[in-house]
């Protein structure tokens, strides 16, 4: 499909460019501005950033949800590899099928229909087993739920496309199949999972929906917090927090898209050096 | 040589099958049971649906009143049209800009895709909360547009767009377009430029080549990008809870606001279960192209 795009199609492009980037943008810029009032440009100031540093709400607020994160991300790429490395490469077991539903279903299950079921679950094993009790174990099993769905996918279609034949060279050569898996399919999947580990990272950062339903009366996380923040119209140190978080998040991304297509490219320099 | 891993592979698959299956599906079993509860002043607040009486035996308190009482109240039937409705055409409006786009990064050199791709999807992994928060920034009375609008004279008066319907509308296709266009530009990536050149041989237009080639080759992207916008769409709360006004009553509003503003649960889950059962269809389709995607 490389051909050159007519100027309609690329103009279309663009401007569903725009309108992706031009809020961000807006955003950004006000958060710069002096003026409290957010139509008007007072001067450039960065005084809102600094009021940042004295909201111990926010602050505490944004240490949960990096805590949760971490470890919500972290969990989920390991059962996340797991099962991508299950659906890739035993291809008859049983519970096959319901696996896959699982791994995909949350992609698209509603946040809110999602949050419900799961605070009434943590309710009722708090009834059977007390445990677990409402706050960062909760949000961080929720978290680690749906971020799983997003790891599989991404490790998956990693592993598919990894060379079989290179790990079975190591078996032939004395290595049992978990040392070989171990020593060289794991690195070949590598970019994958730590891209995951940041895209999980971000998806655990973000989610406002289901962490409100699990978390309980006692725990807040950053995006709690500015909700309620935001529920009461637009405040000039939320578009300061708000550039921060999404500059932030950015830079996360953007590496892990500069991670994922350089170890691509090196593949495809290999694969040419190999075919020669 | 194969070699399978036979002992080791219940220790790959078990971990995530059972985390998934203790917090992902049996939840939905504890909705559906709870859904039949009724609301009581306790903890957790609701009665026990089974419960056991001194003799050890099984007491079954069983109540349909929570599903009745949807039928029943115009609310949720309003509600649920209403999502359905919203999430349907914006999902069209995400489709038709969304084709031109993924049609047209599919069409630049290979080297610059992956570029445009992480462009598009950059704004999908940075806070969904604080993008509908920046679109409010734009669309307000006072916002980025109505301003620019006033000073170009193009208005007198700032135009009404907040707590519309309008406002919903903007709010899920700016948020959910990248999820159109990705499964969009992997289906039309994938198409064989000789089909398109076989076409133009045989003295076919290319806008002929396009209808009678690449758009039905496309339908199975144009089917998952749809489901990816549609499904979340009609289950959106943030969106219509910060864009839209009062009359922008959406289903995950109503369960939101019977579960944190009425504490009632059982209704709540009702709603759930009910949403849920409306959602089966759209998330079997999606699941049954993604699947065939999978394995091509």
Same mark, same amino acid.
């Given at each position: ?57 926010? @602050? $505490?607020? %944004?240490?949960? /949800? *990096? &805590?949760? =994160? ?11 590899? #797991? ?75 990693? @592993? $598919?496309? %990894?060379?079989? /034949? *290179? &790990?079975? =060279? ?11 898996? #171990? ?75 500069? @991670? ?17 | ?296």
């Amino acid at each position: 499909m490389e051909r050159s795009s007519p100027a309609p199609l690329l103009t279309v492009l663009f401007f569903g460019i725009a309108l992706l980037y031009l809020p961000i943008l807006v955003l950004i810029a006000y958060s710069f501005n002096a003026s409290p009032l957010v139509n008007i440009w007072g001067g450039f100031s960065t005084q809102w950033y600094g009021q940042l540093l004295h909201n111990r709400q926010l @602050l $505490q607020a %944004a240490l949960l /949800s *990096l &805590e949760v =994160a971490v470890t919500a991300s972290s969990g989920a790429v390991v059962l996340g590899t #797991l099962a991508a490395v299950a659906l890739v490469r035993f291809r008859h077991f049983r519970g096959r099928l319901l696996l896959t539903g699982m791994v995909n279903a949350p992609l698209v299950m509603p946040e809110i229909i999602t949050g419900i079921t799961q605070l009434l679950l943590f309710v009722s094993m708090v009834q059977l087993f007390s445990w677990p009790h409402r706050g960062f174990t909760t949000i961080v099993l929720s978290h680690i739920t749906f971020c799983t769905a997003y790891v599989t996918i991404t490790v998956q279609s990693r @592993l $598919q496309s %990894a060379d079989r /034949s *290179l &790990e079975e =060279a190591a078996q032939d050569l004395g290595a049992t199949p978990a040392r070989a898996f #171990l020593e060289v399919t794991l690195p070949i999947i590598a970019p994958a999972i730590i891209s995951s580990w940041l895209l999980c990272f971000t998806l655990s950062l973000d989610d406002l929906v289901i962490s409100s339903f699990v978390a309980g009366p006692g725990a807040s996380t950053l995006p709690m917090v500015i909700y309620s923040k935001v529920k009461l119209g637009v405040s000039p140190d939320i578009n300061a927090l708000a550039s921060i978080i999404v500059c932030a998040v950015g830079a996360c991304i953007a590496a892990a898209g500069y @991670l994922m297509a350089r170890s691509d490219r090196r593949r495809a320099l290999e694969a040419q050096l190999a075919a020669r | 040589m194969k070699t399978t891993w036979r002992p080791g592979r219940w220790l790959i698959i078990l971990p995530p099958l059972l985390f998934l299956l203790i917090f992902f599906l049996i939840p939905f079993a504890f909705a559906f049971k709870i859904s039949f509860a009724e609301a009581a002043p306790r903890v957790p607040p609701f009665t026990d649906v089974f419960s056991f009486t001194p003799d050890h035996g099984l007491q079954l308190s069983f109540s349909l009143g929570n599903y009745r009482y949807l039928l029943t109240d115009e609310v949720y039937g309003v509600a649920y049209l209403y999502s359905l409705r919203t999430a349907f055409f914006s999902t069209l409006i995400c489709l038709a800009l969304g084709y031109p786009m993924a049609y047209a990064i599919a069409r630049r050199p290979k080297s610059q895709q992956a570029l445009l791709l992480l462009i598009i999807m950059l704004p999908f992994w940075t806070s969904f909360l604080l993008r509908v928060y920046a679109l409010e920034g734009i669309i307000r009375d006072n916002g980025f547009l109505n301003t620019v609008l006033l000073q170009l004279g193009l208005i007198s008066h700032p135009l009404r767009i907040m707590r519309t319907t309008l406002a919903v509308y903007l709010g899920i296709i700016y948020s959910y377009l990248p999820f159109m266009v990705l499964p969009l530009f992997a289906t039309l990536e994938k198409l064989d430029p000789t089909l398109l050149e076989a076409a133009a041989d045989l003295g076919s237009t290319p806008r002929r080549a396009f209808l009678d080639i690449t758009l039905p080759l496309s339908v199975p992207g144009m089917i998952a990008g749809s489901m990816l916008v549609f499904i979340p769409a009609v289950g959106e709360f943030v969106i219509p809870s910060l864009l839209g006004g009062p009359n922008q009553l959406m289903i995950g509003r109503v369960l939101w606001d019977e579960f944190f503003g009425n504490h009632d649960w059982p209704v709540a889950s009702a709603v759930a279960i009910a949403f849920l059962l409306l959602l089966v269809g759209p998330i079997a389709i999606y699941q049954y192209y993604n699947v065939r995607q999978l394995e091509s």
